[in-house]
């Protein structure tokens, strides 16, 4: 049975890595953003490893993101999910594949933000922190990735990249992601609180001992009971789908 | 089999290469806060004592002693030890601290900054565990005027509206942690440009209402009537100097009178009249090992021509008050512009150097003086009692102050904790 998963998983990566066209500019674009506004013209000089947590997660919530919300919105219109759906292959085949497409777009997009940021930023952490760093980013994908699959599931190929993006952005200004707390007015990181991103950044900034003093239940309860909602309502869409 | 081969190489790649990523300099992990050094030369933070041995237990300084104390001793070898230095003037954010501790400097004082790192530091500031950052003292939100200077960084600064309203003003950077108060003052008759100031009235009230809740009051000035102005309502402290005359008969007794530290931030003013030093004393040093940061804040300019007597000024000033017997502190500014964190207050302390004010008085300026002055009770000093942040220098400092520039080693709570490189 996990033959059919790793098929699965083997060719939506081999159809990801026949379109340089969507992956160059999903790992690049983080890159570039960090390069630009975490180390040339940064905010917050004096900061570096600061800077580089905040861009792994604005790095790492991309793909997740955009490979769920486009990849399923475009199979949905076009019919080929309910063909897949039709033949024997479980539905955790098509998800899992996805998922880890999307998980190696993270990874590949966390080794070059953390050797871009060793090379040019002069950020030394100690390897767990590297690594813990590293876990708990891709770990803090599976929220988005869910947040990716209910868009998919919800706007035509048309309209997703949009309206992804109108989530996305914002999401990651409001949690100081791309500029840290201390430069934005205290309104901010108040609204922050709401969102995942803030929560999974606030997470991986407890590693480097730069958070902001909240308790890892408060971020590790609200990003589970995140995840459950968006379960639930994924099951809601897909149920209304089966109609 | 062929599959699960790759995955397995790419996996241990991927671990190799998160070994492969930089750490930060090694610590002390075994080493013990407890331990006998000498025979070192102490500078004690005002004098020189002979040869000496140090005993440290639980990282306070229990004992200095000519000769050797029983059991185990760390060879000194005559090296120079000193109080961890003291940097008067800076602003912390990011890993400040780290790099100040680096290079020697155990203890700062922030000017202005968020409250939630200063709070964050105060609770550290007790505690003997090993550290790799420097203490922190700070100012937390400046006082200031409604776009007044401290407004403009990007900080949401609460501002004074008012007279009245200083009780309120000081009583809400007590409740946020401030270890003093810093009020922003330029008098009206400053002829550069200059953000809106609080007024004279203004800053005569938070003095005032400082003093009452037995805080200390420092004030930024940059010009040579507002620190009139401020030393005569009262100011525990200017922290900076001003370079638009020099310093008068009138402003130096005054200062004398009230006994008010200046600390004159004269980096970060060189940078601006001169700019020579930085670059001479830092930058083209092939020696350093200067990270891509610290060299942009180092060689950042300030744009704009000023006249040549400009820089005459601000060192005569410096000079009429160490003869005025004026207490003057070493404070850098870092990381504003000419400065970086760590780096910069051996050139401060050069530049005291040039202003005439002989290496004994300039350490003590960078240590003892500066615990003094901001109520620092167990800092600054080498001396029973105190805690055990010092450095060992190779060279006397008190015949080349550039012997401070690379410490042998630095101690924090009593743990060595490296040097820099």
């Known amino acids: 049975m996990f033959a059919i998963h790793q098929a699965e998983a083997k060719y939506d990566l081999l159809s990801l890595w026949r379109t340089p066209g969507f992956y160059l500019p999903a790992i690049l674009f983080p890159v570039v953003f960090y390069y630009f506004f975490g180390v040339v013209f940064s905010f917050s000089s004096g900061a570096a490893p600061q800077m580089l947590v905040a861009y792994s997660c604005f790095g790492v919530i991309g793909p997740a993101l955009f490979n769920f919300s486009v990849a399923v919105a475009s199979d949905r219109v076009h019919g080929w999910m309910a063909l897949k759906r039709l033949s024997p292959m479980p539905l955790s085949a098509y998800m899992l594949a996805k998922y880890v497409s999307s998980t190696v777009f993270a990874v590949v997009i966390l080794a070059l933000l953390f050797t871009l940021s060793a090379v040019v930023a002069d950020v030394n952490l100690w390897t767990w922190q590297w690594a813990s760093l590293a876990l708990i980013l891709l770990a803090g994908t599976l929220p988005f990735a869910l947040l990716g699959l209910l868009l998919g599931l919800v706007c035509s190929d048309k309209s997703v990249p949009g309206v992804v993006n109108l989530i996305y952005l914002p999401m990651a200004f409001l949690s100081g992601l791309w500029v840290p707390f201390t430069i934005l007015p205290d309104y901010v990181q108040r609204i922050a609180e709401f969102l995942p991103t803030y929560h999974l950044s606030q997470l991986a900034f407890k590693i480097i001992d730069a958070d902001q003093g909240q308790p890892v239940w408060l971020h590790l309860g609200y990003l589970v009971a995140f995840s459950l909602v968006l379960g639930l309502l994924i099951r809601w869409r897909f149920s209304l789908l089966q109609k | ?421």
């Open chain 2, 1 to 421: 089999m062929k599959v699960k081969l790759v995955l397995l190489i790419i996996l241990i790649a991927i671990i190799a290469g998160l070994f492969l990523l930089p750490e930060p300099e090694e610590q002390p992990t075994a080493s013990q806060n407890t331990f006998a050094l000498g025979p070192v030369n102490v500078f004690n933070g005002t004098e020189v004592l002979p040869l000496s041995y140090v005993i440290v237990i639980d990282g306070v300084i229990t004992g200095i002693q000519p000769r050797p104390p029983g059991g185990e001793v760390i060879d000194g070898k005559n090296a120079w030890l000193l109080p961890g230095l003291i940097d008067a003037h800076v602003h912390v954010w990011g890993d400040a601290l780290e790099r100040q501790l680096a290079h020697g400097v155990t203890t700062v004082i922030d000017m202005f900054g968020h409250p939630s790192t200063l709070q964050k530091e105060k609770e550290l500031r007790d505690q003997f565990q090993i550290s790799r950052s420097a203490t922190m003292y700070g100012a937390g939100y400046l006082v200031t005027g409604p776009k007044g200077h401290g407004t403009q960084f990007g900080i949401q600064v609460p501002v004074m509206n008012g007279a009245e309203d200083a009780k309120r003003v000081v009583a809400e950077r007590i409740d946020s942690g401030s270890d003093f108060i810093k009020a922003v003052y330029t008098s009206p008759t400053a002829v550069y440009e200059h953000a809106p100031s609080i007024s004279l009235e203004e800053l005569e009230a938070v003095i005032r209402a400082g003093h009452e809740r037995d805080q200390l009051v420092v004030v930024h000035v940059s010009d040579h009537q507002s620190a009139l102005d401020a030393v005569q309502a009262g100011a525990d402290g200017l922290v900076h100097s001003f370079f638009d005359k020099v310093a008068s008969d009138q402003l130096l007794s005054e200062i004398k009178q009230r006994d008010t530290f200046v600390i004159p931030t004269l980096t970060f003013y060189e940078g601006m009249l001169r700019g020579t030093s930085t670059e001479t004393l830092l930058l083209n040093n092939p020696e350093f090992e200067i990270s891509a940061q610290a060299k942009q804040s180092l060689s950042m300019k300030i744009p704009g021509q000023f006249p040549e007597h400009f820089f005459t000024n601000l060192i005569s000033s410096t000079t009429r008050m160490h003869e005025a017997g004026i207490r003057l502190l070493v404070g850098t500014d870092a990381p504003n512009p000419n400065t970086a964190h760590g780096w910069s207050i051996v050139v401060e302390m050069s530049l005291f150097a040039e202003a005439g004010i002989p290496a004994q008085q300039i350490l003590t300026a960078a240590t003892a003086a500066t615990a003094n002055a901001f109520g620092i009770a167990d800092r600054g000093m080498i001396a029973s009692g105190y805690r055990a942040d010092f450095i060992l220098l190779e060279r006397n400092p008190l015949e080349d102050l550039t012997a401070l520039q690379q410490p042998q080693a630095v101690y924090k709570n009593g743990f060595k904790v490296g040097r820099e490189r």
